[in-house]
């Protein structure tokens, strides 16, 4: 999937050149990656989602403890809170605000990984090789894959078995991506989405 567009924005070669250092494998997710995998920004951010292994969140906290502002998030800390992560072992789901004056704001999403694999559920296993699941986009930055992007969109970390109301920006980036969607990843998203909840609206779409 390539798409050709504008040049890649400032917020995003910041960022690119930020974690230029930081040598375990991450990659772009949420809204910004929708716009990567487009060429093109579709819309307004907060700030630049980024994917990490749950595994590599000591180096990654040893690699942002300078000048950042770090609070962890998982089911032991309030949403709301501003307390400073301090390196503690974050238990998934979880992710990580880091903020300083002179960047864009960042959110590091932990992600599970087992066996080579990219585990997004275990209970049906829904899982995807690490290699397929980051590759590098036309903005020349390494972005989560399309029907990735989706599958967190559609059900995101943390899902008890209640489907939450979907955000209007998901929503948005969902018809943006469902556009240059070919064959395969349909049918990947589609089958991933359905073993966890068969009546979301958005598999009538992506039939």
Request: hydrophobic share 40%; proline share 7%.
């Amino acid at each position: 999937m390539q798409s050709q567009g504008e040049s890649s924005p400032e917020a995003l070669l910041r960022v690119a050149e930020l974690l230029s250092g930081f040598t375990p494998r991450w990659a772009l997710c949420g809204g910004w990656a929708v716009d990567a995998w487009l060429g093109r920004k579709t819309r307004e951010h907060a700030d630049v989602d980024v994917a990490v292994l749950e595994e590599d969140q000591l180096a990654l906290f040893k690699y942002m403890a300078e000048g950042w502002n770090l609070v962890g998030h998982d089911d032991s800390v309030a949403d709301d809170s501003e307390e400073p992560w301090q390196g503690r072992t974050l238990l998934l789901p979880a992710h990580i605000h880091a903020r300083r004056q002179d960047q864009p704001d960042l959110e590091f999403h932990l992600n599970e990984q087992r066996s080579g694999s990219w585990t997004f559920c275990r209970q049906p296993a829904i899982a995807m090789p690490l290699r397929k699941c980051i590759r590098q986009s036309p903005w020349g930055l390494p972005a989560v894959v399309p029907e990735v992007i989706l599958y967190y969109k559609a059900l995101p970390p943390g899902w008890r078995g209640v489907r939450p109301d979907l955000r209007p920006h998901d929503q948005t980036d969902f018809e943006s991506l469902l556009a240059v969607l070919g064959t395969r990843r349909r049918a990947w998203i589609s089958h991933a989405i359905s073993q966890i909840d068969p009546g979301h609206s958005w598999l009538t779409q992506l039939s």
